[in-house]
């Protein structure tokens, strides 16, 4: 009888302070803040490839190795320097043959891609002309951002929290309540988005290349807790 009510003390003690954990010595909210700043992006990246076919496998290399020096030369020669371009994979595969319900290695494919980082975008048509007349196979992956995307990321956020502190004071009107200060703000990290995935078959001395970078959007998102009263 004695060890049973010290355990029933023991489980009311244990509740009480599970209780007292989860539910906050004062009332708060917990809203949302989201903000979007649009501008003309001025810096793209885009991915340039060169592939080459041999029977043997050190052929395809010698032959995508020459077919990229031309690619680098000729990004050098439209304004690009050397370290905004960077090695983003190389492959070397053997080229099957299936057909006849047979496979067989009929030679060997060797890709060597690039990407490639223009500041200045009155260029980039000049680089991807370049790049197309001078050896390379493909281009893909033409992305869009900001230089001052820290900032402008910055921006946003102080814009979310006001929106968010602005939902807070709607609730806590139509609540009765009024804001108190506040108690924790947590920032939604979100990744950046490829504004632009395409892909182009380049052709040899292509004409003046049309890009359209169009607008770029930049937004940030915080959760907001705060009291009331």
Not at 26 to 46: F, K, L, N, S
Not at 114 to 120: K, M, N, P, S, Y
């Amino acid at each position: 009888m004695f060890i049973g009510i010290i355990g029933a003390a023991a489980l009311a003690l244990t509740a009480s302070q599970a209780h007292a954990q989860t539910v906050p010595d004062t009332p708060v909210i917990v809203t949302t803040g989201e903000a979007a700043i649009e501008m003309a992006p001025d810096q793209a990246w885009v991915s340039i490839a060169a592939e080459a076919r041999a029977n043997e496998p050190r052929a395809a290399q010698e032959a995508a190795a020459t077919a990229m020096k031309a690619v680098h030369d000729a990004l050098r020669g439209a304004g690009i320097a050397q370290e905004h371009i960077r090695t983003t994979s190389y492959t070397l595969q053997p080229d099957i043959d299936r057909s006849g319900g047979r496979q067989r290695v009929i030679g060997y494919i060797a890709r060597n891609q690039i990407e490639v980082r223009v500041d200045d975008l009155d260029r980039l048509s000049r680089v991807i002309d370049a790049a197309g007349a001078s050896g390379a196979t493909s281009m893909a992956g033409l992305r869009w951002d900001v230089k001052d995307r820290q900032n402008i990321e910055r921006e946003a956020l102080r814009m979310a929290v006001e929106d968010a502190m602005g939902r807070a004071r709607a609730l806590a009107q139509g609540a009765g309540a009024t804001l108190g200060p506040i108690v924790r703000i947590d920032e939604q990290r979100m990744g950046r988005p490829m504004y632009a995935r395409e892909t182009m078959q380049l052709a040899a001395q292509a004409p003046d290349t049309p890009v359209s970078p169009g607008q770029i959007e930049i937004r940030a998102q915080i959760t907001l807790t705060v009291e009331i009263r």
